[in-house]
């Protein structure tokens, strides 16, 4: 009897493997990796995109040095809704809670946490161009930061409980099925990059839970000197081996719309032939990825779901609308996505 069963149950064991793990003649890895998605037109277009572009035998075949994928980071695989962004929401602690920084803060640094304060907890509209106020108040509110403390300093904002959730930190906070968009990319042999509004250090600290290398992250920057030497152009100084890097509070760059196309072309120097976004500072880098001489795919998030996340259903469906007419796919994560964080976070109400 033993020596019936034995090849039986090695026979259904394959059976099984090949069912959850195959590759086609084209060479297309054909693992499940959207359990977490429910059927939808947005990983249909995917699978059939990825598909036509791996088959050698395809007009449309695109080499693997030249598989660039591009995604946006807050609201595109990262929660955003917690209820603003994280690094308004770390900009808030810093210059109005933190004890060994909130009076040292300079006014202008204040007024701009103080806006975000408003905005979260009262519904006062943010002034028109936040996003720049912004960026000069972080460069400013971290500035003599080395790079070590200030990572540390993300971490330990991210360790905290996500407002307006239970079961979930900041830094627990990903889309499960957008990870899972980056598995199945990475095993059909595209490198994909985040390409974020954010600070590119707070982007690192946050996606290296998730194995996404620092080197593979473009954000909004902020100029770095050296312990010893100050403002000493670094042109005109060398480093020593005892040195660190400091952050400044010198703003670099912002890295929206057009700046993500800039940033992408110097610290990429391919177009991508996906991008992934949820918001108009998408656009540009989407339109950039449809200019590829290669068969391109673009797609928006739409924050659709009012029973999972804390999202606006009717402003979403018009957004979902317009990026449509743009030439972009749409994804609903209230129709597409089986989980957002996962089954054992909840959504609750926002506490202050």
Not at 316 to 325: D, H, S, T, Y
């Amino acid at each position: 009897m033993k020596k019936i069963l034995f090849p039986i149950v090695i026979f259904c064991i394959s059976i099984l493997c090949s069912c959850s793990s195959s590759t086609d003649n084209n060479g297309l890895v054909e693992n499940d990796h959207f359990t977490k998605w429910n059927a939808c037109e947005a990983i249909a277009t995917l699978k059939a995109y990825v598909e036509d572009v791996t088959d050698p035998h395809s007009k449309n075949y695109i080499k693997e040095e030249d598989r660039i994928a591009t995604f946006d980071m807050d609201g595109t695989f990262v929660g955003e809704l917690y209820p603003t962004y994280f690094e308004y929401n770390l900009l808030e602690y810093r210059v109005l809670d933190d004890p060994s920084y909130k009076d040292k803060a300079p006014a202008d640094v204040k007024e701009a946490a103080q806006d975000i304060r408003d905005f979260v907890r009262n519904g006062k509209k943010l002034p028109d161009h936040f996003d720049m106020k912004h960026a000069y108040a972080a460069a400013k509110a971290y500035a003599g930061m080395t790079l070590t403390e200030f990572d540390a300093y993300v971490k330990a904002y991210a360790a905290k409980p996500a407002n307006g959730f239970k079961g979930m930190t900041y830094g627990q906070s990903f889309y499960k099925p957008m990870l899972q968009v980056f598995d199945y990319l990475k095993a059909n042999g595209f490198t994909f990059y985040v390409v974020s509004g954010s600070d590119r250090f707070i982007c690192r600290a946050l996606v290296e839970s998730i194995g996404i290398s620092p080197n593979r992250v473009i954000g909004m920057d902020v100029k770095l000197r050296t312990t010893k030497k100050g403002e000493v152009a670094g042109v005109n100084y060398t480093m020593e081996k005892d040195e660190d890097l400091i952050r400044t509070d010198e703003l670099i760059i912002k890295n929206l719309k057009t700046n993500k196309v800039f940033q992408i072309s110097q610290e990429i120097g391919k177009i991508p032939v996906i991008s992934f976004g949820n918001s108009s500072g998408d656009c540009a880098m989407h339109n950039y990825c449809l200019s590829s001489p290669h068969r391109s795919v673009t797609f928006m998030l739409i924050a659709d779901d009012e029973d999972r996340d804390h999202a606006n259903r009717e402003k979403a469906l018009k957004l979902g609308e317009q990026w449509r007419e743009a030439g972009y796919h749409v994804i609903s994560m209230r129709d597409d996505f089986k989980t957002i964080y996962g089954e054992d976070v909840q959504k609750t109400d926002f506490t202050y």
